[in-house]
Antibody, heavy 123, light 107 residues
Framework: QVQLVQSGAEVKKPGASVKVSCKAS????????MHWVRQAPGQGLQWMGW????????NYAQKFQGRVTMTRDTSISTAYMELSRLRSDDSAIYYC????????????????WGQGTLVTVSS | DIQLTQSPSFLSASVGDRVTITCRAS??????LAWYQQKPGKAPKLLIY???TLQSGVPSRFSGSGSGTDFTLTISSLQPEDFATYYC?????????FGPGTQVDIK
């Protein structure tokens, strides 16, 4: 069965960077785009972008351009999301989420999600 | 960016009630809309995709409709496990955006 297991909670100071991992299992990692979505405490969901694990190609939301980097390590079926120059309003739960269909970026939503990683930014 | 508005923001309902949540897009998004259910402390769960297709394993009391700019999620007979927050997401145009959510609470 498909599983996405994320790294543990992080506490960072403003201006620092955080790197969250998402280890995939139960399917061929390189066949499905991986997206990242965040949710501030008590707030709604915000799409951050995706990575094509096959090519390493990425597509970031304009809001995060210049601060976010999505990478992958195909040898261990793991996707990463690094966010730099952290601010207090970056405090959120960060989720990885896998597309439904293989191949090109899909429009069907995300049937598989990681458990979330809480990132707290505080001085 | 495409803005999604949901109504109502909050609704109080009883077990067995028929519940309808609407999602309106600021511009046309064809049928590229998904609905999610989220319970406290959990990741969202995909219910409906491409506006009206029921995700595998989701009870048939959930249904979706709409295209263009106006969409609805209907729960035909609300069950105790359905009390949660519901989000719509458009996947037509980058950046993909979510609605602000509709919290469904017990009356």
């Amino acid at each position: 069965q498909v599983q996405l297991v994320q790294s543990g909670a992080e506490v960072k100071k403003p201006g620092a960077s955080v790197k969250v991992s998402c280890k995939a299992s139960g399917y061929t990692f390189t066949d499905y785009y991986m997206h990242w979505v965040r949710q501030a405490p008590g707030q709604g969901l915000q799409w951050m972008g995706w990575i094509n694990p096959n090519s390493g190609g990425t597509n970031y939301a304009q809001k995060f351009q210049g601060r976010v980097t999505m990478t992958r390590d195909t040898s261990i079926s793991t996707a990463y999301m690094e966010l730099s120059r952290l601010r207090s309003d970056d405090s959120a739960i960060y989720y990885c989420a896998r597309e439904m269909g293989p191949g090109a970026s899909d429009t069907s939503g995300y049937p598989f999600w990681g458990q979330g990683t809480l990132v707290t930014v505080s001085s | 960016d495409i803005q999604l508005t949901q109504s109502p923001s909050f609704l109080s309902a009883s077990v067995g009630d028929r519940v309808t949540i609407t999602c309106r897009a600021s511009q046309g998004i064809n049928s590229y809309l998904a609905w999610y259910q989220q319970k406290p402390g959990k990741a969202p769960k995909l219910l409906i995709y491409v506006a009206s297709t029921l995700q595998s394993g989701v009870p048939s009391r959930f249904s979706g409709s709409g295209s263009g700019t106006d969409f609805t999620l209907t729960i035909s007979s609300l069950q105790p496990e359905d009390f949660a927050t519901y989000y719509c997401q458009q996947l037509n145009t980058y950046p993909f955006t979510f609605g602000p959510g509709t919290q469904v609470d017990i009356k």
